[in-house]
């Protein structure tokens, strides 16, 4: 723990150090982790040495997972959802499931997986996320409803997700195991305490004898998050449900809770996102991303090419949407955190194909780690030379056609 400790803190200093060079480059801080826990994991170094059946790992990925969650409901509350629907909606409701059912062929046919661990691997590697895509996302010149689009499905597609990665694990342990009546009740409760906890605390604190002070205004949201965790946990409900349903109903029913928790929320996850990647970097060893063979490594490069690409294009058909925009939405569909930590889900839940499904997943989330961080600024730069025209060419272009439509 003293060493695994010191790393983090030595690779997260090394991180913010260098943080405002990535801003500017292809460096990537989500890169610098997977690459520091991999050199320092036991495939190389050897100075972390990490189990995949280890309670820190589990633990880690628990915690961190719940904390994502919570805080990406937070930023999608009922009210965006319903103002800006429209092309998320798209991307969520047909981009979603259709990168997934492309991703489970690809793995059934290609690498010869059953059905149900076919389905998991889709459903662990259908969620996106925009941490690896942050200078298009974070670029006002970026158009807004494309940045809209991005963070609205990211944030939401990790919650839609996670019942088809319970379902299809519950179903890869084996039928004397699967108890879906247990199983439902395990998701409502978890949908339950998500939006009774957070909204009792906020109503609590509307009332005239309760009032948060300015400097502690910003751990409410952070005590209602740990009371979310503590019930879910006492109760066995599904905490990631819970979490991600106590963001979004902080969002809709605490807007002042929402706003002074947003900065230090979004700090607490990221330092969990990079504790994961550090720890997920450590499980990989050369051993593993060779043991996958080319039909790995295949898979995972059809799987950032074709499985989401695809998608996307079914999905946006007569949308309106621009070739360059949906252009990008379809690259920016990177196997991001959530993927990672179902992957380590897996790997722990002891199930017979946990080692195959979980280093295909290894080897997708690399590759997608290494080419979407690495490209983000450059593709951001593209809508920059798009806007940063002359302005005699937008003149010409109007005259151009004014003569193209004289009767117009």
């Known amino acids: ?85 429209r092309l998320p909606g798209r991307a969520l409701g047909w981009g979603l ?36 895509a942050a200078a298009l996302v974070g670029n006002e010149k970026v158009p807004p409803r494309l940045r809209q689009l991005l963070n609205v499905e990211s944030g939401v597609n990790d919650g839609l997700a996670l019942p088809f990665v319970i379902l299809f694990l519950a179903v890869a342990a084996g039928s004397d195991d699967l108890h879906l009546g247990e199983l439902g009740l395990e998701l409502g409760l978890g949908v339950v305490i998500g939006v009774a906890v957070p909204w009792l605390a906020i109503k609590l604190e509307q009332t005239r004898w309760f009032a948060a002070s300015t400097p502690y205004e910003p751990l409410n949201a952070l005590a209602i998050g740990l009371l979310v965790l503590a019930v879910g946990k006492a109760t066995h409900g599904n905490l990631f449900l819970a979490a991600f349903s106590a963001g979004i109903t902080v969002a809709t029913f605490g807007p002042r809770q929402r706003e002074s928790f947003e900065h230090f929320g979004e700090l607490i996850a990221e330092v969990f996102k990079l504790a994961a990647l550090l720890v997920f970097g450590a499980l990989i060893t050369p051993a593993l991303l060779g043991s996958v063979g080319w039909q790995g490594w295949l898979f995972a490069v059809l799987a950032l090419i074709v499985a989401r690409p695809v998608a996307i294009w079914v999905s946006f058909l007569r949308s309106g949407l621009g070739v360059r925009e949906q252009a990008a939405v379809a690259w920016f ?15 722990g839940s002891g199930i017979a194909a946990a080692v195959p499904v979980f280093q295909l997943v290894a080897v997708t989330i690399v590759l997608s780690i290494l080419l979407h961080s690495s490209t983000d600024i450059v593709v951001a730069r593209w809508f920059d030379d798009e806007r940063e025209v002359p302005v005699w060419y937008g003149t010409v272009t109007r005259k151009i056609r004014r003569r193209e439509r004289p009767f117009q």
């Open 97 to 132: 499931p259709l990168t997934l059912v492309i991703t489970a062929v690809g793995a059934h046919y290609l690498l010869g997986l059953g059905w149900i661990e076919s389905l998991l691997v889709g459903a662990i590697l259908a969620p996106t996320d925009p941490v690896f």
């Open 1 to 85: 723990m003293g060493v695994l400790l010191t790393a983090f803190a030595c690779v997260l200093l090394l991180a913010v150090l260098l943080s405002g060079l990535a801003h500017r480059t292809i460096l990537s801080t989500a890169a610098l982790f997977l690459v520091a826990g991999f050199v320092l994991g036991d495939g190389v170094l050897g100075v972390v040495s990490l189990k995949p059946g280890d309670d820190l790992v589990a633990t880690l990925a628990e915690l961190a997972l719940f904390t994502v969650l919570f805080t990406d409901g937070m930023r999608v509350g009922w009210a965006e959802l319903r103002s800006a629907w």
């Open 333 to 347: 569909g990177p196997k991001g955190f959530a993927s990672v930590v179902y992957g380590l889900l897996v790997l």
